[in-house]
T-cell receptor, first 111, second 113 residues
Framework: RKEVEQDPGPFNVPEGATVAFNCTYS??????FFWYRQDCRKEPKLLMS???SGNEDGRFTAQLNRASQYISLLIRDSKLSDSATYLC????????????FGIGTKLQVIP | ETGVTQTPRHLVMGMTNKKSLKCEQH?????MYWYKQSAKKPLELMFV???????ENNSVPSRFSPECPNSSHLFLHLHTLQPEDSALYLC????????????FGQGTRLTVV
C-alpha cells in the first residue's frame, strides 16, 4: 500500500460546482497534514494545513479523519482559477520535516 | 526577492556532462531539501539538510551529490546522468518541526540527452 494515496483525476467540474478530494495515508503515527496546490509547470504552494477539528478558509474546507486515516478537501463555488493539481502531504514528524507527497489530484474547472 | 530561488530554470545536459543546480533561500530557515518530480509520479524527497548537516538521503544514486555550504545555499551536483533522470528538481526550505510549511523554489527542469 502506498504511503499516501490520491485519485489523480482529472476532475472536470463546471464553474460554481462543489468538488471534494480524498487522500488516504498508511502510517497511523503521522502527525501533521497539509494540502498543497501546484499550478501547471509551477512549484507547489501551501493551500492549507489540516487540523483534527477541521478547518475552513473561505471556499475551502479541510478535514482529517484519524480513525479511517484520510484527509479531505472540499472546494465550494469552484472558480476557473481553482484549476490546478492538489497535493496531499503527510508528515511523519520526528523533529524536522519528513513528508510524503501524494501524486496529486488534477482539477479542471470548466466555464 | 522571492523566498527560494533556483538556478538554472532549465538545463539540458549530455550523459557525460557535469553540472550543478543551485538553490538559495532568503527566509532564514534552517532546513533545506531537494525533491525530484517526474511525470505521473509524486514528489520524491532526495536529500534533507538540517542546520547544514545532511540528515536524510533517500537511497539516491551517487551520480547526484548534494552540498550545503551554509544554511542559505544548497547545491545539487550532477554527473554521468541517465535519460531517466530527466525531471523537475525542486528545492524547498522550512523551519524544523513537524508542523511547518515548506516553501519551494520554481524548480529546474532537467533534460538528459
Amino acid at each position: 500500500r502506498k504511503e499516501v494515496e490520491q485519485d489523480p483525476g482529472p476532475f472536470n467540474v463546471p464553474e460554481g460546482a462543489t468538488v471534494a478530494f480524498n487522500c488516504t495515508y498508511s502510517n497511523s503515527a503521522s502527525q501533521s497534514f497539509f494540502w498543497y496546490r501546484q499550478d501547471c509547470r509551477k512549484e507547489p504552494k501551501l493551500l492549507m494545513s489540516v487540523y483534527s477539528s477541521g478547518n475552513e478558509d473561505g471556499r475551502f474546507t479541510a478535514q482529517l479523519n484519524r480513525a479511517s486515516q484520510y484527509i479531505s478537501l472540499l472546494i465550494r463555488d469552484s472558480k476557473l482559477s481553482d484549476s490546478a493539481t492538489y497535493l496531499c502531504v503527510v508528515n511523519r514528524g520526528g523533529g524536522y520535516q519528513k513528508v510524503t507527497f501524494g501524486i496529486g489530484t488534477k482539477l479542471q474547472v470548466i466555464p | 526577492e522571492t523566498g527560494v530561488t533556483q538556478t538554472p530554470r532549465h538545463l539540458v545536459m549530455g550523459m557525460t556532462n557535469k553540472k550543478s543546480l543551485k538553490c538559495e533561500q532568503h527566509l532564514g530557515h534552517n532546513a533545506m531539501y531537494w525533491y525530484k518530480q517526474s511525470a505521473k509520479k509524486p514528489l520524491e524527497l532526495m536529500f534533507v539538510y538540517n542546520f547544514k548537516e545532511q540528515t536524510e538521503n533517500n537511497s539516491v544514486p551517487s551520480r547526484f551529490s548534494p552540498e550545503c555550504p551554509n544554511s542559505s545555499h544548497l547545491f545539487l551536483h550532477l554527473h554521468t546522468l541517465q535519460p531517466e533522470d530527466s525531471a523537475l528538481y525542486l528545492c524547498a526550505s522550512s523551519e524544523t518541526g513537524s508542523n511547518t510549511e515548506a516553501f519551494f523554489g520554481q524548480g529546474t527542469r532537467l533534460t538528459v540527452v
